[in-house]
């Protein structure tokens, strides 16, 4: 392990970055090291933290190879030294306070007192751009508008009112600082901080002129009048501040448990949807009363208005002075948008109007938010939500990138096994039409009419077969690259059956189907070749038994598939069955069970079958038939009696099913 290891103490802030920077720059000019972020959540800097931006500094130290963590303290400073002393650091990086000068003063400076404590610790503190300008976000009125107004009013009134009541009645300077004090109070409880200051002093102006000798006088001769007075204004101010900061917490923690419960129900609410973005964005909807909200990719919005060089959204780039630019790009939206907010329209060019909101969620994704401009004290649950819309975004990227791997994986199973097919499946009938074709060509032997058509039999026979093996590599091909695009349409299942039980040998196949089955949503030619390879199969290996194609008892299913009713179709055999083990196995490509021989197939009758039925948005299951052997069955939607649509939704699309020939030969397959 390297000697430097770093770590840096990020305190939520937007200068995160820069330290992060830094201390790259200084691991690389000692070589490397370990480069160590961490961020201490304190009760007082909760409020000032960004999520957004403490997402993004997470990324960008994992991305550089290090690790990040959150440790929750009460003492900031002495949790971080405890942590760096706990990772065995050997130099601490730190930002410059960006607390106003006077703050520091009168508490402070943060990295003086990390320094101070430090011992043998080297710290380093970066200097940033938003050193000395305050904590951030500004406070807000805690006791609301209307509250402090009121609070104001009560000011100027009670102290008059309680002046009044000490007039009627002899009182001494003590009385009327006490009768005034509890005045001070009542404003203090009801406005908080500054109207409680303000009527203090309105009140400790009317003590000294009303009830102080000389009456009458703003002067004070006695001292203790004097020290009376200045009690009583500094016990007021007190008890505002009490009032003002309870207030203050009281908000705070009731915000903080809104937005907690809110991110939990958006955490939930994403992990029930399919689409976890738009769930969320769904969700935005409500939680921050928009009519609106979109997440855009692209670049970035400049203090709320686009720059002049910015292009409209879309999917390509605008050509300005010969230099590409790169527009901006819709990636999901819930809610209603006009068509101009879908294009871009009302971004392209002029700032943004002031009912919208922009919170960036990474470097290059936005998260807009139309129809209403979200309050400064949301600003942390906003953050927040961009997060979430992150790790959204992020696992669906992680998702597509398995799916991708998998398929690649897949692709070279195929592949692999094709080449093992060539080398001998396809080899036997390709040999026994040579040997045949061999044998009829030589004029040195005779052959009897019988052997002749002995020889063209087996030359028929390897041609189906060889057929047959091809085009279930194709097929097999097809479903792997998932090319195949079915047509729709309302199909009954007798229109099926018959054609796809030609190629079976006569008798071997019982069909027992109601004629008032409800038609089901599948292509025709797709269904027909399932049929075949699955009926095929059965009588291939269960020869002694009965087949029998049916339906669900009484000719109703109780099927269902993605909470729509289902039609179904079951091919029954009463052959040996598979253990339940063995199932899962059936299905995949090019798999014989039991070590059967090759000269059954290569294996892939039941892939193409179950591949064709979940194009078509079916299922293919496997059951053990009651008494022993294997009933197959079918699921497939019920028709609803639209017209003929692509599985893609497009009305009248082509079928890639065309191009599957509609007559059905033996195929090659495994149980």
């Known amino acids: ?16 970055e820069v330290l992060i920077r830094r201390a790259v720059k200084v691991l690389d000019g000692a070589g490397g090291g370990d480069l160590i972020a961490v961020h201490i959540r304190s009760a007082e800097g909760a409020s000032r933290e960004s999520t957004s931006a403490l997402e993004s500094q997470r990324r960008l130290v994992v991305d550089l190879g290090g690790s990040y963590h959150t440790v929750a303290a009460h003492d900031s400073v002495e949790a971080l030294l405890a942590f760096a002393s706990h990772v065995g650091a050997t130099r601490l990086v730190i930002g410059q306070s960006r607390a106003h000068p006077v703050s520091r003063i009168l508490t402070g400076a943060t990295e003086t007192r990390i320094i101070r404590r430090a011992g043998d610790l080297d710290v380093q503190v970066v200097p940033h751009p938003l050193a000395g300008r305050g904590a951030g976000r500004r406070r807000q009125r805690d006791l609301g508008r209307v509250r402090v107004a009121v609070g104001f009013v009560l000011a100027v ?9 000490l007039a009627v009645i002899e009182h001494s300077v003590a009385t009327a600082t006490l009768v005034q004090l509890a005045g001070a109070v009542a404003v203090a409880l009801v406005g908080g901080l500054w109207p409680g200051v303000a009527g203090a002093l309105w009140s400790s102006l009317l003590v000294n002129y009303f009830s102080t000798p000389p009456v009458g006088e703003l002067a004070i001769k006695d001292p203790q009048d004097l020290l009376a007075l200045g009690v009583f204004v500094g016990v007021s101010v007190a008890v505002a501040g009490v009032v003002d900061r309870s207030a203050r917490r009281s908000k705070e923690a009731a915000r903080a448990r809104a937005e907690a419960a809110t991110l939990g129900e958006l955490a939930r609410g994403a992990t029930r949807a399919e689409d976890t973005v738009g769930s969320l964005l769904e969700q935005a909807l409500d939680v921050f009363g928009v009519r609106g909200a979109a997440l855009y990719s692209g670049p970035a919005f400049r203090n709320g208005a686009d720059s002049p060089d910015t292009p409209a959204f879309g999917d390509t780039e605008a050509i300005r002075d010969g230099t590409s630019i790169p527009r901006r790009k819709l990636l999901a939206s819930a809610g209603e948008l006009t068509d101009s907010e879908r294009d871009g329209a009302d971004f392209a060019g002029h700032a943004v109007e002031p009912e919208h909101t922009v919170e960036p969620v990474d470097d290059d994704t936005w998260l807009v938010l139309f129809g209403r401009t979200v309050p400064a004290a949301d600003s942390s649950l906003l953050g927040a939500f961009a997060a979430h819309v992150l790790a959204q975004l992020e696992r669906q990227q992680l998702a597509a990138s398995r799916l991708e791997v998998l398929r690649l994986a897949e692709g070279n199973t195929m592949r692999t096994a094709i ?20 044998g009829l060509l030589q004029t040195a032997v005779t052959y009897t009419p019988e ?7 087996t030359i028929d026979e390897c041609s189906d077969r060889l057929d047959a093996l091809v085009g279930n590599l ?14 729709l349409k309302p199909v009954r299942w007798l229109d099926v059956v018959p054609a796809a039980l030609r190629g079976l040998p006569q008798g071997s196949v019982r069909v027992v189907l109601p004629p008032n089955l409800p038609a089901v949503d599948a292509d025709a030619v797709l ?17 002694a038994s009965n087949v029998t194609v049916t339906s669900a008892s009484g000719g109703l299913s109780g099927a269902v598939l ?11 055999d009463h052959g040996r069955g598979v253990p339940d083990r063995n199932v899962p196995a059936m299905f995949r490509p090019f798999q014989r069970l039991d070590d059967l021989s090759q000269s059954t197939g290569v294996g892939l009758g039941l892939a193409v079958a179950r591949g064709f039925v979940s194009a078509m948005g079916g299922s293919l299951a496997a059951e053990e038939t009651p008494g022993g052997g294997l009933t197959m069955v079918i699921r497939l939607p019920l028709s609803t009696g639209h017209g003929a649509t692509g599985q893609d939704g497009d009305d009248g699309g082509s079928s890639a099913a065309a191009a599957v020939p509609p007559a059905v030969s033996p195929q090659e397959t495994a149980q």
């Open 1 to 16: 392990m390297a000697g430097e290891r770093i770590v840096i103490g990020l305190s939520g802030g937007p200068e995160g």
């Open 419 to 438: 080449l093992r097919a060539v080398s001998h499946d396809l080899r036997t009938p390709l040999a026994g039409i040579k040997l045949a074709v061999g």
């Open 527 to 543: 269904l027909e070749r399932v049929i075949a390879n699955i009926a095929e199969n059965a009588v291939k290996y269960a020869p």
């Open 474 to 487: 194709l097929d097999m091909s097809r479903i792997t690259a998932d090319s195949v695009r079915p047509l």
């Open 562 to 572: 993605n909470g729509h009713p289902a039609g179904e179709l079951r091919i029954i």
């Open 451 to 457: 052997e002749q058509q002995e020889l063209l039999e």
């Open 157 to 165: 009134a009670i102290p008059i009112l309680m002046q009044l009541a």
